[in-house]
């Protein structure tokens, strides 16, 4: 079965790279999809989500995005870096930097991203925060297609939880966190088990 290389990019604490990873391992996603989480890199170095990859054997690199004059300069570091595992699928994982419109186009298709809202309400950052104090009553995460435009790609999965009564932006995080963990994987192994990824 042709391989199909997952290159996941994160920024942070990686538990959403690490919930993929566990689940391609635990679902055996190299057998049934002849899928394998191929390398995790991070644009920080200091990135926890490093040692959790390493921790499951899976390949990793820093792309300082500090390092670079821009924007372009660094998407082309990170472009070569990428495609030295010639990827099937590209996951933003906690990814915290805008991509170029450049990038983005060499990655059509093959590019998907979890956003920490009921999209389209609150894209951008700081969600959690504007939720509580737009008095909802409800917030969730998105697993999305990545365009130029932010957070306007086609919606491939959703999850929805309570806001509750005195809850902090860390605490509607955590709740949502939990879910994304579940929504994450499940959407990505759909999109492996298409014949066609880029339907
Ligand atoms: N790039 C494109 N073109 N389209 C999307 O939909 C993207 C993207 C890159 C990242 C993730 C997104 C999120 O789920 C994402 C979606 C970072 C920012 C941001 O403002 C906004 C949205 C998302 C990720 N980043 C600042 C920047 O100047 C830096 C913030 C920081 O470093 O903490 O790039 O939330
Ligand atoms: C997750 O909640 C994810 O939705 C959000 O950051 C957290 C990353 O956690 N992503 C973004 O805000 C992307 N801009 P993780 O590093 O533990 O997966």
Known sequence: MTEKNIVILISGSGSNM??????ARGGQWERRHGARVAAVISNRPAAGGLSLARERGIATQVVDHTAFDGREAFDAALMAEIDRHRPTLVVLAGFMRILTPGFVRHYEGRLVNIHPSLLPAFPGLQTHQRAIEAGCRFAGCTVHRVTAELDHG???????VPVLPGDTPASLAERVLSQEHLVYPRAIERLLARPALNP
Not at 154 to 160: S, T
């Open 18 to 23: 690490a919930a993929i990873a566990d689940a």
């Open 154 to 160: 086609e919606y491939l999965e959703q999850a929805v």
